[in-house]
C-alpha cells in the first residue's frame, strides 16, 4: 500500500465529497451526509499516517488503493 500523508489525505478525502467539519489541534475532523460516521484525520507536516490507521480510514470513507 501506498503511504500517504494527512494532507493528501485530506484532499483526497474532499474529492469524495467528506466536508470539513471542525479542527482540534492536529486533527481534521470530516463528515459526509448520508453516513453516520466521522473521520479523524492527523495532520502532522508532511509525515505518512501509519498503515493500519490509513487502511482504518480508508474502509469508512469507501476508497480503493488504485485511488491512491
Known sequence: M???S???FCK???NKDWVLKRVNGSHYI???SG?????SVPVHKN???K???????MKIANID???L
Open 35 to 39: 453516513i453516520n460516521a466521522r473521520i
Open 51 to 57: 498503515s493500519g490507521l490509513q487502511k482504518h480510514i
Open 65 to 67: 488503493e488504485s485511488e
Open 2 to 4: 501506498k503511504a500517504i
Open 12 to 14: 483526497l478525502l474532499k
Open 47 to 49: 509525515q505518512s499516517l
Open 6 to 8: 494527512g494532507k493528501e
Open 30 to 32: 470530516y463528515a459526509k
